[in-house]
């Protein structure tokens, strides 16, 4: 087997010259974005490196068939498995500007999914590498692991969590969950605190579950209720706390926010559903940046067919995951998964 590497501008272009090198029958065995030149990493160019074969006996028989007029020529012995690699030899198919062997062609809606934008390229050439060294067409392990490496989980050390985010993502409902939790499994004594006053019923929203719990709530108008509020609940082990939701265009509201709560002790969680566009997923958790936040919730997974998103935005924000909501119902529908459950999750979800 004769391996070429060629380094060129696009994919395109090397894969044009792998073919002028190797000829049409070439494999690709690897491709991948790498920099060159610069002086420490600035002003590097990208350029794209592609690995290529071809089988010898291939190129002998193509010269022989080409060169040689007599039909009664005796071919070159080949062996079994040299055979066997020509005759299972991939066809390469070409999706934008990757190429894909045929065999993982159902990975390409995968790479063009939004959500995994700044991962595909990597992605890409992991798929490839990895079934070029297996011959295996179901790479979902390798995907899994991927995945993995990208998501991060948190567990809570704080007493006092806050939960913000966009109006309806599931704010108080996770509150409801969370407080459960707390007081029924973990045996915590756990205390609410509301500053959603915009709307009357959104505090008797979340009393009616503090009454079923047993548990103290108190209403913040101010920052200074919010300070009372604080100081009344001080024998709680933890503290949920419920903010209003609001248009996250709403350029007013990060500042409101910000005066109705004091953020020192606190762990700031913003919620995100998963049936939410990308792109508005990543302006919401770019409004969000001024608010000192250390985790994520997500919300809504039983709403949405695929849950590449998760992915897309643990690798854009770096925040790591708190838990994730999965239904109306309180306090069943949430989960505290590690990376390894996530990942399969969003896999298993989104091949389907
Ligand atoms: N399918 C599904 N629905 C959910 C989930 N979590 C909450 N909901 C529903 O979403 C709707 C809004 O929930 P809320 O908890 O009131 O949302 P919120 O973020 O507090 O809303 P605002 O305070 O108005 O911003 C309700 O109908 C909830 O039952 C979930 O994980 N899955
Ligand atoms: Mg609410």
Redesign the pocket.
């Known amino acids: 087997m004769i391996v070429k590497k060629v380094v060129a501008d696009t994919v395109a272009e090397a894969m044009e010259r792998i073919k002028q090198e190797l000829g049409e029958e070439a494999i690709i065995l690897n491709t991948r974005h790498i920099k060159v030149g610069g002086l420490f990493g600035i002003f590097a160019k990208r350029k794209v490196e592609l690995v290529g074969s071809i089988d010898e006996y291939r190129e002998e028989k193509t010269a022989q068939e080409v060169d040689s007029p007599l039909p009664d020529k005796i071919p070159p012995r080949v062996s079994q498995p040299e055979k066997r690699a020509f005759v299972e030899r991939p066809t390469i198919i070409t999706i934008g500007e990757r190429p894909l062997p045929k065999e993982i062609s159902h990975y390409a809606g995968l790479l063009a999914e939004p959500a995994l934008n700044q991962l595909a390229e990597h992605l890409h050439e992991k798929l490839v590498s990895s079934y070029y060294q297996t011959q295996q067409s179901d790479l979902n392990a390798v995907l899994r692991e991927e995945v993995r490496s990208k998501i991060r989980t948190k567990t809570m050390n704080a007493k006092y969590i806050m ?1 913000t ?13 969370l407080a459960a939790y707390y007081t029924l499994t973990e045996k915590k004594r756990v205390g609410l605190i509301t500053t ?1 006053t915009y ?1 009357i019923s ?1 505090i008797e ?1 979340l009393k009616t579950y503090a009454d079923i719990l047993s548990i103290p709530i108190h209403v913040a108008y101010d920052l200074d209720d919010f300070e009372q509020a604080k100081t009344a609940l001080q024998s709680c082990d933890i503290v949920l706390i ?5 248009n996250f265009l709403d350029v007013g509201y990060i500042e409101q926010l910000k005066s109705r709560h004091d953020f020192k002790e606190t762990e700031v969680l913003l ?1 995100l ?1 998963l ?1 939410a566009k990308y792109q508005d997923l990543i302006r919401m958790y770019d409004r969000f940046q001024t608010v000192p936040v250390s985790g994520v919730i997500f ?5 949405t067919s695929e849950l590449w998103s998760i992915v897309g935005l643990a690798e854009e924000s770096e925040l790591p995951i708190y838990c ?5 119902e309180v306090p069943e ?2 989960m505290f998964a590690s990376a390894e459950e996530i990942s399969e999750m969003v896999v298993k979800r989104g091949m389907g």
């Open positions: 939960l985010g966009p109006t309806g993502v599931g704010k108080t409902t996770t509150i409801a969950k959603d709307r959104a929203q419920d903010t209003a939701g609001r919620v559903s049936t919300s809504k997974a039983d709403e994730i909501t999965t239904g109306q529908d949430i």
